[in-house]
């Protein structure tokens, strides 16, 4: 679901056992990743006071048996699947983390029939980040189809290529408040904003009243450079009228 074909190809032939799998062993990352797992897990439980159950349990999905996921456990009040990550703190943002991950969370949800997954991340800068994803029907639909058209390749021996369908955008919780003084592009806005607003103000009331006062059978009606035209639904729609 990715766009690093080189890795792609080496898990075909990794899966068809004509290369080993990667030492992550000198991966400091990934390593930092494992050994922080069991603190993320408790600073999770923690913070949220919810407890997480099934840390690594492998689980087979219920009709697509060759679909399995090894879960970093599972939150007990809501059955929501969790996700434990380490991850460096220089560009971090929530957004770059929920896209990368999105696909391995999606097909854990849909492997374990869950409606919503949590990820939490410790970074390197001492900051811990929990971000709440929903299941997508439609993104897991086009991802089965993707490791399906996979799985055809490694049992056939031909290459597979990319998926390219892009993640669904996580809808994030808004927690920020932030001063903007320093945004010329904001100073410059506002006060185009300030400058405009009796005048848009005046505008919606003026389109309003305009359309109150179409006849009710009239198709189109019109006066002082202004036009209404009625649509088959009944909405009516203002322009002017401009003169050559």
Same mark, same amino acid.
């Given at each position: 679901?990715?766009?690093?074909?080189?890795?792609?190809?080496?898990?075909? #032939?990794?899966?068809?056992?004509?290369? +080993?799998?990667? /030492?992550?062993?000198?991966?400091?990352?990934? @390593?930092?990743?494992?050994?922080? +797992?069991?603190?993320?897990?408790?600073?999770?439980?923690?913070?949220?006071?919810?407890?997480?159950?099934?840390?690594?349990?492998?689980?087979?999905?219920?009709?697509?048996?060759?679909? !399995?996921?090894?879960?970093?456990?599972?939150?007990?009040?809501?059955?929501?699947?969790?996700?434990?990550?380490?991850?460096?703190?220089?560009?971090?943002? +929530?957004? &770059?983390?929920?896209?990368?991950?999105?696909? @391995?969370?999606?097909?854990?949800?849909?492997?374990? !029939?869950?409606?919503?997954?949590?990820?939490?991340?410790?970074?390197?800068?001492?900051?811990?980040?929990?971000?709440?994803?929903?299941? /997508?029907?439609?993104?897991?639909?086009?991802?089965?189809? &993707?490791?399906?058209?996979?799985? #055809?390749?490694?049992?056939?021996? +031909?290459?597979?290529?990319?998926?390219?369908?892009?993640?669904?955008?996580?809808?994030?919780?808004?927690?920020?408040?932030?001063?903007?003084?320093?945004?010329?592009?904001?100073?410059?806005?506002?006060?185009?904003?300030?400058?405009? #607003?009796?005048?848009?103000?005046?505008?919606?009331?003026?389109?309003?009243?305009?359309?109150?006062?179409?006849?009710? /059978?009239?198709?189109?009606?019109?006066?002082?450079?202004?036009?209404?035209?009625?649509?088959?639904?009944?909405?009516?729609?203002? /322009?002017?009228?401009?003169?050559?």
């Amino acid at each position: 679901m990715g766009d690093n074909e080189a890795d792609l190809l080496r898990l075909w #032939r990794e899966k068809r056992g004509e290369a +080993e799998p990667p /030492d992550l062993s000198g991966d400091l990352l990934v @390593q930092l990743g494992s050994v922080t +797992e069991g603190l993320n897990r408790r600073w999770y439980e923690k913070n949220t006071g919810h407890s997480v159950e099934d840390a690594q349990r492998q689980v087979f999905h219920p009709v697509h048996r060759w679909m !399995a996921a090894t879960l970093d456990g599972r939150i007990e009040a809501t059955g929501a699947v969790f996700e434990a990550k380490f991850m460096l703190p220089w560009n971090f943002s +929530e957004e &770059a983390a929920a896209e990368k991950h999105m696909a @391995q969370l999606q097909h854990n949800m849909w492997v374990t !029939a869950s409606r919503a997954a949590v990820l939490s991340i410790i970074t390197g800068g001492g900051k811990w980040v929990e971000i709440s994803i929903s299941a /997508d029907p439609l993104y897991q639909h086009l991802l089965l189809t &993707a490791e399906k058209k996979f799985w #055809r390749c490694v049992e056939r021996g +031909e290459p597979p290529a990319l998926f390219g369908i892009e993640p669904p955008r996580p809808r994030l919780e808004a927690f920020r408040i932030v001063d903007m003084t320093t945004s010329n592009a904001w100073a410059e806005f506002a006060c185009l904003f300030r400058q405009t #607003r009796e005048a848009a103000l005046g505008h919606e009331r003026a389109k309003g009243e305009l359309k109150s006062l179409v006849p009710e /059978d009239a198709r189109e009606a019109s006066g002082h450079g202004v036009r209404a035209r009625r649509s088959k639904s009944g909405a009516i729609t203002l /322009d002017l009228i401009t003169t050559s």
